[in-house]
């Protein structure tokens, strides 16, 4: 039995790309703690579940880190990190909203719109639940702060 939710969540990770999506409280309690990061835009806090990559783990390892980001093309936010990441990346094709990713070796990017890109980049993680995120980003540059909790 073990083995088979081992094998469930495997699958899970594999489909997703690299990193398992939360549903809901439940399942949130179940993530590591070591995977899982905060993006707080205002009075807006966001959980965001990190990818399982050296990438992320760099990242994380930067936290508590707050940045202004800029808007670009109406869908995403970035800022250049102080330091570069190990990247790996790939055109993953269409991008979603709520995906957190790296553009180069030291863009931070976070996507407010889902559209399908040519772009190559190398995956940080996912922000868990999205409703308010347009909204909190908004127009503009925002200051955003990521933190470990």
Request: charged share 20%; hydrophobic share 45%; aromatic share 8%.
């Amino acid at each position: 039995m073990r083995v088979l939710r081992w094998l469930g969540l495997l699958s899970a990770m594999f489909v997703s790309g690299g990193y398992v999506a939360v549903s809901d409280a439940a399942s949130a309690s179940s993530i590591p703690e070591k995977s899982r990061m905060w993006m707080t835009v205002g009075e807006h806090r966001f959980a965001i579940t990190l990818a399982d990559n050296a990438a992320a783990g760099a990242f994380a390892r930067l936290l508590p880190l707050t940045i202004e980001m800029s808007d670009l093309n109406r869908n995403e936010k970035h800022a250049s990190l102080p330091e570069a990441m190990p990247a790996n990346a790939s055109k993953p094709g269409t991008i979603h909203s709520g995906d957190l990713m790296l553009y180069g070796a030291d863009t931070l990017v976070v996507f407010y719109s889902t559209f399908d890109s040519a772009y190559a980049y190398t995956r940080l993680g996912r922000v868990d639940d999205i409703a308010d995120l347009v909204q909190a980003l908004g127009r503009g540059d925002v200051r955003v702060m990521f933190s470990k909790d």
